[in-house]
């Protein structure tokens, strides 16, 4: 029977060695690293010189008594080294009664005649000690000290702030002497998530993605600098006749032949006061086209005459002795051709003088001839007429920086007329003609000025969009206004207004996609330069999940949309994770982006809209828009 149970054990034991062969051909993770944990702490010898010894309370092994002497023991925990002590005895407390206070033994009649003097309680950090005298006959004691605390022997620590994943401590100290210490653990923060990332580490959550939007890219038009062509004037043709008439019924004729058509100034000069002549002007009839009976000193007379013909200047004494003095003719300055020129440059030579120019403009718009350069108290009139004579401008007594302004047509031809009012002066003319219209389709930032009043520069587009955004920089001061219009292909005004200045914004909406509108910037009451930024609606972006989004606001009226599919049942949390300066507004909307859902006004660090009981799959259209800022932003979809 024995023999059996002996075989049934044996087989036993092999069908189980068989099955750890089987099922634990490879060590288990938990396995190694429990093999790993103990080779560690073995690789520390017991009794190790380099072990910093941390040892274990005194164990008493065998307690002492009065006569014989006990035993203790202690282990470092870290090493495993042990240590023992002797526990000395502590002698009888012989009392009164004649007996041991602590075991009851008799006290003998002993004379005391040896002692020694033990120390049967070390001192401590924090308790005293005490040492005896104790009779070697009898053991009694003879006489007991206390021996005063040794006090601690700081060994300083410095604080350790914890993290996110690893304690920390406080600042500590610990005793060289016997290991107390005022350590106290200060425990790890734990990750604080954000939008996905940990505040105070900046580590990710590991679910939560990030997409970056792109700013809008700056897509500049300058328009090209403006040559100036600049036409300076000849002298003027003055004829000047000596003339000496002595008698009233004198008489001096001048002949002007094949006269060039315009007006002609006839004055006297250098007449001694009290004298005065009468001058006359005759065409070849006979018959008196101009006149003038009383011209003392610098007087005339002014006359037009005609293309060709022949005239006669008749002058005699109409008041005086008689003497000798100057017939100045000034004649009509020749007609000069203005096309293709941006500045004149000339002089008022004589009273009443007229210069003329013809002018053929290369592109049709709003043209405008400006006077500057003249002395104080100088004065002119611009006229402009048609090649029928009809007159399209006229403005009198203009000074400096002041302007006549039409439309002109390209390709015909108009007649520009600068005409003295008063005083002799130099005379400068700037011709402010229209620029060549520009597609900006292409550009959202424009780059021009207005230089001439009046001026309107033209910018054709492809709207792209329903609405767009026109925003005004660059002007010369805040106080400086600009027209701005905007024409749909009728030339009907969609929009108007005439006081577009820095920092204003138009917004245009319900234009056709596919449709090309005019863009008109023009002078309002200054010239300048400027700039225009022209903004839409930035294409919608597609997220999902936990996504942490980053965009920018860059104009106003900004609107931003993100279309969000959850993909898991969810309650869905959007929130702004803060702007560089300034809040957004956040909508919510169902997959229609029809039906508003939730909203937060002036949105700031997580604030934002709340959907509950979301589906996998469901799609949501969320919408940021400019608040009270432009600056970068970022918005968290949560879960």
């Known amino acids: 029977m024995a023999i059996w149970k002996k075989a049934l054990l044996f087989f036993l034991c092999a069908v189980m060695a068989l ?21 560690k702490e073995e690789s520390l010898n017991p009794g190790d010189e380099n072990c910093e010894h941390a040892w274990e309370e005194w164990q008493v092994e065998r307690n002492r008594t009065c006569e014989k002497d006990g035993k203790k023991s202690r282990e470092c925990t870290l090493c495993g080294k042990e240590e023992t002590m002797v526990w000395v005895a502590t002698g009888h407390e012989f009392y009164g009664n004649g007996s041991c206070g602590v075991c009851g033994k008799r006290e003998p009649n002993c004379k005391h005649k040896k002692s020694e003097t033990v120390i049967i309680d070390e001192p401590t950090c924090e308790e005293n000690g005490e040492k005896r005298s104790i009779c070697k006959s009898c053991k009694g004691v003879l006489n007991s000290e206390y021996l005063d605390s040794l006090g601690h022997e700081w060994v300083e620590h410095v604080a350790q702030d914890p993290t996110c994943t690893e304690i920390g401590w406080y600042a500590y100290s610990v005793c060289g002497r016997c290991n107390y210490s005022t350590y106290e653990e200060r425990a790890a923060y ?54 000496t008439l002595t008698k009233s019924e004198q008489k001096a004729e001048y002949t002007l032949e094949n006269v060039q058509a315009g007006v002609y100034r006839i004055w006297i000069t250098e007449l001694y006061s009290g004298n005065s002549m009468s001058i006359y002007v005759k065409n070849h009839l006979g018959e008196e086209v101009g006149g003038n009976w009383y011209c003392p000193n610098n007087e005339g007379v002014t006359v037009t005459l005609a293309e060709g013909e022949t005239y006669t200047v008749e002058v005699s004494v109409y008041y005086g002795d008689g003497a000798t003095f100057y017939l100045n003719i000034g004649r009509q300055t020749p007609v000069a051709d203005l096309s293709g020129y941006t500045n004149w440059s000339g002089s008022f030579e004589f009273v009443d003088q007229v210069l003329a120019f013809t002018y053929t403009p290369e592109i049709s718009g709003i043209h405008a ?63 402010g003609a229209p620029k060549t219209a520009v597609d900006i389709s292409e550009y959202n930032v424009i780059k021009d000025s207005v230089s001439f009043y009046r001026q309107v520069n033209t910018y054709t587009f492809v709207a792209t969009h329903s609405t767009y955004t026109f925003l005004c920089k660059g002007a010369k001061n805040d106080y400086t206004d600009l027209s701005f219009a905007v024409l749909n292909r009728l030339e009907e005004s969609v929009s108007y207004t005439d006081y577009f200045s820095n920092n204003d914004r138009m917004t245009v909406e319900n234009l056709v996609v596919g449709e090309t509108y005019t863009l008109c910037i023009g002078y309002s009451d200054d010239v300048t330069p400027y700039e225009v930024h022209v903004f839409t609606e930035k294409p919608s972006t597609e997220v999902s999940g936990k996504v942490i989004v980053t965009d920018s606001i860059e104009y106003y009226d900004q609107v931003n949309t993100y279309v969000w599919t959850a993909t898991a049942d969810c309650d869905l949390q959007v929130y702004s994770m803060g702007m560089e300066e300034g809040a957004v507004n956040i909508y919510i909307y169902d997959a229609t982006g029809t039906e508003l859902l939730d909203s937060e006004s002036y949105s700031y660090k997580g604030e934002g809209v709340y959907v509950s009981g979301v589906t996998a799959g469901e799609t949501y259209v969320i919408r940021v828009e400019y608040c009270n800022s432009f600056s970068q932003y970022s918005i968290a979809f949560q879960y």
């Not at 062969?21 to 080779?39: I, L, P, R, T, Y």
């Not at 002395?375 to 401008?393: K, Q």
């Open 369 to 431: 001839l400006t006077v500057s350069n003249m002395l104080n108290g100088t004065y002119a009139r611009i006229y402009v007429c048609n090649h029928l004579g009809e007159t399209l401008m006229d403005s009198s007594y203009l000074n400096n920086g002041n302007s006549v302004w039409g439309e002109l047509e390209a390709g015909k031809t108009y007649y520009f007329y600068l005409a003295y009012q008063s005083k002799l002066s130099t005379v400068d003319l700037a011709i």
């Open 19 to 39: 099955s750890l062969v089987a099922c634990g051909g490879e060590e288990s993770a938990e396995s190694k690293d429990d093999k790993e944990e103990a080779s």
């Open 190 to 243: 734990g990750h604080n998530y954000f939008g996905g990332v940990c505040e105070t580490c900046g580590e990710s959550d590991g679910e939560t993605g990030s997409v970056t939007v792109e700013p809008i890219k700056k897509n500049e038009y300058t328009a090209p600098e403006g040559e100036t062509n600049l036409m300076t004037a000849p002298a003027a043709t003055i004829d000047v006749h000596t003339v």
